[in-house]
């Protein structure tokens, strides 16, 4: 399956020139606001494997007036990998798995209360768009970390929405749970 890999996005910021591991780990959490940040052990053990792929090259060191950093740069089949890559369509997942969902079948399963954990949820739900509304609209945001937020509030509504369908159906579902 396509999906968002560590390693495309060390190449595509490799592409704008020759970085070592802290920059690009730097870089990734500054244009990526809302992923999880890398590890510096994930940056240096992926731009390994690029170097061991042919992805990418070690371009030399440099000390800047502290530790030795080894600079990497993209290869011309790194170029050529991050296009395909970035060209490719993400296709819909076929499946989605749904934590919310799996806590209320099991809720419903171990004789707990799943309308309480919808309710709660949905309070943690809110409290994250709050947050999220709060960050795009603090002054001097940047268009990353907005559009960021725009897309974890859009999937923090959904959520919302399917939480809402799911406790009007809790009476069936309780039921065809407890028949199978």
């Known amino acids: 399956m396509i999906g968002m890999s560590t390693r495309h996005i060390l190449l595509g910021l490799l592409a704008t020139g020759p970085s070592h591991g802290y920059d690009l780990k730097r ?28 992805l990418a090259e070690i371009e030399g060191t440099d000390s800047d007036g502290g530790p030795e950093r080894t600079m990497y740069r993209a290869t011309d089949e790194g170029a050529r990998e991050l296009s395909r890559w970035a060209g490719e369509i993400a296709p819909p997942a076929p499946f989605v798995a749904n934590e919310i969902f799996a806590r209320v079948v099991v809720a419903i399963l171990s004789g707990g209360d799943p309308a309480g954990y919808l309710s709660a949820q949905r309070a943690a739900h809110m409290e994250r768009m709050r947050e999220l509304t709060a960050l795009k609209a603090a002054q001097g945001a940047d268009l990353a970390t907005v559009l960021s937020a725009d897309y974890a509030l859009n999937h923090l509504d959904a959520d919302l929405r399917w939480m809402s369908t799911t406790a009007a159906r809790l009476t069936t579902l309780t039921a065809e749970v407890d028949a199978a």
């Open 27 to 54: 870089r990734h959490d500054e244009r990526f606001p809302q992923a999880r940040p890398l590890a510096y052990g994930q940056v240096y053990t992926t731009l390994q494997r690029l170097v061991r792929d042919g």
